[in-house]
Structures are given as structure tokens and as C-alpha cells.
């Protein structure tokens, strides 16, 4: 079929099909009008690549390594990197659970429990998703006003400006392309725009860490602020690896899908991270505890590879949003029947006027709470940590109840406790952190 077809997922034409939970409590599961079972591993492996390296990766040294410390955040990334993978595993391999493709996180908890498990998993991912993009227009805002204070630094536009820029840019790109399949080529572009801002980054920093006289590395702030931090930074580390939204990335994938997505995740979890490593090691060393959330802020270097770096952050803030609004995109495309060739007259004014004023509401709150860290600290705490370890364990646990050991049913529930531990804690966190910050920026501040 067409670009906006089901290029190979047979089992999701036809009428919905239905799941059921214990009580026989029917979850009806439409078919999806985007486009599913087409893409390579290589592929998909580049759009979980982009996610983790993003723009985002300029505010871990931040808004993890500060508050860390050089042993705490170095051994945190790390144990980030290896449990991600592992929590991400066990949702790839419940994807053809029971015989059927779940090509939504909330299709395969609603098989797995029921209906009220279907609802919160749903709220809980949009949430997730509504946050990681408004902090993709804050990360396209800030840095398209570094570019701009390079040339003109007293100049009348301020933050929220381009803010507004950036989400009229996302805007136009989540018209002009209808689902995640078609981002393709563009992968392509957001990866040369991802080496181009890490490479400038890490450069730079290495530049100024051995011009620089002994920098400070003590962590800042109060013995109860510190406290609090630190939690928030625990869930910045999970936030830094993990989509959210694992199976709506894995119905793109080719047959065998569970295989072919194991390849993309070990693709995503070693070469992957490595530029998001050397970037957050290498700015924390060159700036020590006064290193901004926006490393291209702390650099010096020539105007014009700085000018160049912001920019590409700027574009690649545009194509990784899409990958993460792309869930909401296919309920609404899949709701409304938006099939079909993308220059349909229709199809382009239900994008421009639904998507268009998602995006809008995305942007205002960005403008009124450019907060990145709080943000980050938040989206971890309130929907990272139940999605991606909370739920993927006790999936994973019921699902194969039968299948596992005693010692692994105690290893799935010490996992589930500890991570709704650290949710709870991170939650708290979180929401002082915005207190605090409110208390010192008014609304559409200038950061």
C-alpha cells in the first residue's frame, strides 16, 4: 500500500478485534491507519538512537552529572544503561503475548489485565509523551535564542519568542509528515544534526577544561536541597533512555518482530550511547558544578560553530518531537480515518487543525514553564518510571507466571516495589524543584 497504508500487518485489517481480561471484559482494539511491519531493525534502531540523543543530551551534565558527582553519576549512567535495557527487553518480548501483535502500550496491558488497566496505561503514556515533546519545544526555544544572543545580545526577543517559533516549525513538519515509517530519510538528517551539536560540544568543552584553572566539583546547595536533587537526578537518568512508548515503535518493525527489535535495542544501548556518554562526562569535567543545563551555553568558541551547533539542535528538537507525538498522531489519524495519500485535501486539513492545535497547547505550556530540568525530573517521576519499570516488570510477571522460577517471581516484584519507591520519591522531588523554580521565575520567563 501507500505510505499510509498497512504495509504488512494482515492481522490488523478487517473489523477491531477484541481482547479480554479475566472477568471476559471486552477491550476493543482498532485497527491502526498508520503504517505497521515495514521498517528494517537498523531502522527502528535509528529512531530509539535519536530519541537518546537528541537535544536533550546537552543538559545531562546539568541536570545529572552537578547534583550527582563525578562517582554517584558515572555509576548511575551506567546502571541507567543496563536496566533500561532490560526493562525495555521485557516489553519487546510480550509483544506477540498470547498469539497477537499489541502494537500500543496500552493494547497489551488491557490483553494482560483488563479495561481499567487499559485507561491508566493510556493516561500514564500521554502524559509521558505530552511532556517529553513540551520539553523539546523548551530545548528548540533555548536553542534557537543561544544562535540569536550570539549576534544580538541585548536584542528585543526574548525566550518565549522562539519558543513560539519552534512550535510553529513542529508544527509544519508534524503536517508534512504522517507517521513514523515516513521519517526515513530524515533519521538520516536528525543524526548528522545530532553529531553536529555533540561533536562542536564535546570539542569545545575539551577546549576550555584544559584552559581552565581546577574547576569545582563539590555539589551545590543545602545538605535537605541536595536530598532532593538527587532524587530528581535519578529520574532524569531513566528519562534519558527510555521512549515510553516501546511497542508503538516495535509494530513498525519487520517480521520477526521480536527479534529484529532485541537487535535495535542492543544497537540503541551500546553504540547508541556512546555520544550521549562522551558529551556528559566531557562537559561536567570542562565546567564542573556551575555547567549549565544547556551545555552550548557554557562553551566558548567561534560565533559561527556555535551559531551552527544551536541550529542543528534546533532541527533535530523538531524531527525527535515527532517521534514521540507520533502515538497521539496515530489515535487521532486512526479515529478519524485519515488514511490515505497525505496531500488529500482532507487529510491535510485534519492534520493542520488537530495536530496544529496539539502542538499549540504543547508550546503554550512551554513558553509558561521553560523549566528543562523540573521537566525532566517530572516526566521520570510520574509516567517514566511506571511505564518503562513498574508496569514492564509486573507485565512481564503475570505474563509468564507459570514460566518463572521463584527466585525470578522475587526478582520481578523487587523490582516493581523498588521502582514505585523510587517514583513516589522522585515525585516529590520534582514538584519542589517546580515550587522552588516558580517562586523564582515568573511565567513566560527568560531563561
Keep these: 500500500m501507500d505510505g499510509n497504508g498497512d504495509a504488512g500487518g494482515g492481522e490488523f485489517s478487517g473489523p477491531a478485534r477484541k481482547v479480554h481480561d479475566e472477568e471476559n471484559l471486552a477491550v476493543a482494539i482498532p485497527e491502526t491507519a498508520h503504517q505497521i511491519s515495514s521498517d528494517s531493525w537498523f531502522q527502528v534502531g535509528f529512531v530509539l538512537t535519536t530519541g537518546i540523543n537528541s537535544a536533550y543530551v546537552l543538559g545531562y551534565s546539568g541536570t545529572i552529572m552537578v547534583p550527582l558527582g563525578w562517582v554517584p553519576g558515572v555509576v548511575g549512567l551506567i546502571l541507567a544503561t543496563a536496566i533500561s535495557l532490560y526493562a525495555n527487553s521485557l516489553v519487546a518480548k510480550l509483544h506477540e503475548f498470547g498469539g497477537k501483535r499489541h502494537i500500543r502500550y496500552r493494547d497489551l496491558a488491557g490483553f494482560i489485565y483488563g479495561k481499567r488497566a487499559y485507561s491508566v496505561t493510556w493516561g500514564l503514556q500521554y502524559v509521558n509523551l505530552f511532556m517529553i515533546n513540551t520539553g523539546y519545544i523548551i530545548l528548540a526555544g533555548q536553542a534557537l535564542k543561544a544562535a540569536y544572543v550570539l549576534f544580538d545580545e541585548d536584542g528585543p526577543m526574548k525566550l518565549p519568542y522562539f519558543i513560539a517559533i519552534a512550535g510553529v516549525v513542529c508544527g509544519l513538519f508534524a503536517i508534512s509528515t504522517p507517521h513514523l515509517s515516513a521519517l526515513r530519510v530524515w533519521l538520516g538528517v536528525s543524526t548528522v544534526l545530532s553529531l553536529i551539536y555533540i561533536v562542536v560540544a564535546f570539542v569545545l568543552s575539551i577546549k576550555d577544561g584544559v584552559n581552565t584553572p581546577a574547576r569545582d566539583y563539590s555539589i551545590p546547595g543545602t545538605t535537605t536541597s541536595k536530598i532532593f536533587t538527587t532524587i530528581g537526578a535519578s529520574a532524569n537518568l531513566v528519562f534519558a533512555f527510555n521512549t515510553g512508548m516501546l511497542p508503538e515503535i516495535q509494530a513498525t518493525i519487520k517480521q520477526p518482530v521480536v527479534n529484529n527489535m532485541m537487535k535495535a535495542l542492543y544497537f540503541q544501548f551500546t553504540a547508541g550511547v556512546l555520544p550521549m556518554y562522551a ?153 519542589r524543584l517546580i515550587a522552588v523554580d516558580s517562586k523564582t521565575y515568573h511565567v513566560f520567563a527568560d531563561l
Design 279 to 431: 558529551v556528559t562526562f566531557i562537559g561536567y569535567w570542562a565546567y564542573g558544578s556551575s555547567t549549565s543545563t544547556y551545555l552550548l551555553s557554557s562553551v566558548n568558541g567561534p560565533v559561527w560553530v556555535k551559531a551552527m551547533a544551536n541550529i542543528a539542535a534546533f532541527f533535530q528538537s523538531v524531527i525527535a518531537l515527532h517521534i514521540f507525538a507520533s502515538p497521539m498522531y496515530e489515535y487521532l489519524d486512526t479515529k478519524y480515518g485519515i488514511k490515505g495519500s497525505r496531500f488529500a485535501i482532507r487529510n491535510l486539513s485534519f492534520r493542520l487543525g488537530v495536530r496544529g492545535g496539539y502542538l499549540t497547547l504543547n508550546t503554550l505550556v512551554s513558553a509558561l514553564l521553560p523549566f528543562l530540568g523540573d521537566f525532566m525530573s517530572l516526566t521520570g517521576a510520574i509516567s517514566t518510571f511506571p511505564l518503562t519499570f513498574i508496569l514492564a516488570n509486573h507485565m512481564y510477571l503475570v505474563a509468564k507466571r507459570s514460566k518463572l522460577s521463584s527466585f525470578q517471581k522475587l526478582w520481578h516484584w523487587l523490582n516493581v516495589i523498588f521502582f514505585g519507591f523510587m517514583s513516589f520519591a522522585a515525585l516529590v522531588a520534582a514538584l
